[in-house]
Each structure stands twice: as structure tokens, then as C-alpha cells.
């Protein structure tokens, strides 16, 4: 069946412009998080729903980072005025349930973006 | 100091070689850990979870130590197939996934 697909796949941004990095989960996943990966390193948490709602939002680096899941299912996660550091893979997960138990996140291919 | 810890590596190994990779975490809370791995410029893949009592899939054997907080991951008679980045990861029990910053694994012919 189909996985978590991102779009766009490649984003080149000049410093100072806004992005919008979309974010297709798996159909029937009531969760959905966002993690940014810079390069050598783990991806790291930004945010997390589940379903509509935005339970954790504690890794986004700034308040110009602002992420959305209105219909609990598409989630968009928005860059403000974007800096050389944003650039990073930014990867999008779903899961079917959340619970503290063990439970496998799907991650989509990701968003590489790059602020010239 | 970071919340989960790996050796970078690069570990370069033969073909057929055994080859074991380490991480600890901080957290003495957490649940749940898992192993990942990441090709080249591809998403992470769960590649096994990790239980107390040791677990096994095929060619790959995953420890935890809880009290030393501590996991790890060992590969027998590695393939080329295997090279990859291997991704320690830890449930913060809230949902997200600590990740640690991944080994890498180059097998050689």
C-alpha cells in the first residue's frame, strides 16, 4: 500500500523567504510527527499530533517554525523567514495508534531544504 | 550531553566479518527502543525493536541492559548489503523518538 509521501522532495530557499513542506501519512494513522534531520546527525523531534490535535510541539527550534494537521490527516509544517540553519532533511513519520508501548513510526522519503 | 549516544564510526569491515555497535541513553524512564536503519539519502527503516530478554532476526542479535543503560547490536557474517547507517532510538515514553547520531557501517568485497 502507499507510505508517507512529502512534497516537495527538494526545496531551494533564499534567506528571508517562507516555506511549506506538506506532509502525506499514511491513510488511518492517528499520528503524525515531524523531525529535522541535519546532515551526520539523528533526525531530531519538532512535533507531534495526533489526529487534529497538536500534542507536542517542544522541538521547534523558533516560533518562525508553525506546523498544522487540520483535518488530521494532511499536516504542513510552515518555515518563517528562513535561515541558513533551517537547511536541513526535514521527515515526516505516521504511526496507527500512540501509545507509551512500543509501536513503529513509518517516515516518509523527506523534504531536503537548502537556504541560500 | 546528549540523550542517546553512539559511536559515529565509520566502522569498515570484510565481508562475513562480525561487527557490534553500542549506544546508552540517558533517560532511565524510557520504555521502548528500537534500532533503525538509514541508507544514503533515503528515511529511516525500523530495522528491529529491543527487549530486555535479547532478541533475534536472522543474521542481526539486539541487547538492552537496563541497568547500565545501555544497547546494543550485533551483525553476523555481514553482507555488502548491510552498509548503512544504523540508528539507536529511544520512546521518550510521550510519543517522539530520541534518536542517537547513527553508526556507520561500510562491509567491503
Known amino acids: 500500500g502507499a507510505g508517507v509521501s512529502q512534497s516537495p522532495r527538494y526545496k531551494v530557499a533564499k534567506r528571508g523567504q517562507d516555506v511549506a513542506l506538506r506532509c502525506d501519512p499514511i491513510?488511518?494513522?492517528?499520528?503524525l510527527f515531524w523531525y529535522q534531520q541535519a546532515l551526520g546527525q539523528g533526525p531530531e523531534f519538532l512535533t507531534y499530533?495526533?489526529?487534529?490535535?497538536?500534542?507536542?510541539k517542544s522541538g521547534l527550534p523558533s516560533d518562525r517554525f508553525f506546523a498544522e494537521r487540520p483535518e488530521g490527516s494532511v499536516s504542513t509544517l510552515k518555515i518563517q523567514r528562513t535561515q541558513q540553519e533551517d537547511s536541513a532533511v526535514y521527515l515526516c513519520?505516521?504511526?496507527?495508534?500512540?501509545?507509551?508501548?512500543?509501536?513503529?513510526?513509518?517516515f516518509g522519503p523527506g523534504t531536503r531544504l537548502t537556504v541560500t | 550531553r546528549k540523550e542517546v549516544e553512539q559511536d559515529p564510526g565509520p566502522f569498515n569491515v570484510p565481508e562475513g566479518a562480525t561487527v557490534a555497535f553500542n549506544c546508552t541513553y540517558s533517560n532511565s524512564a524510557s520504555q521502548s527502543f528500537f534500532w533503525y536503519r538509514q541508507d544514503c539519502r533515503k528515511e529511516p527503516k525500523l530495522l528491529m525493536s529491543?527487549?530486555?530478554s535479547g532478541n533475534e532476526d536472522g543474521r542481526f542479535t539486539a541487547q538492552l541492559n537496563r541497568a547500565s543503560q545501555y544497547i546494543s547490536l550485533l551483525i553476523r557474517d555481514s553482507k555488502l548489503s548491510d552498509s548503512a547507517t544504523y540508528l539507536c532510538v529511544v520512546n521518550s515514553n510521550t510519543g517522539k523518538l530520541i534518536f542517537g547520531q547513527g553508526t556507520t557501517l561500510q562491509v567491503k568485497p
Open positions: 529491543v527487549y530486555s
Open positions: 513519520a505516521s504511526s496507527l495508534v500512540w501509545t507509551s508501548a512500543s509501536y513503529e513510526q513509518y
Open positions: 499530533f495526533q489526529n487534529e490535535a497538536q500534542l507536542d
Open positions: 491513510s488511518g494513522h492517528v499520528s
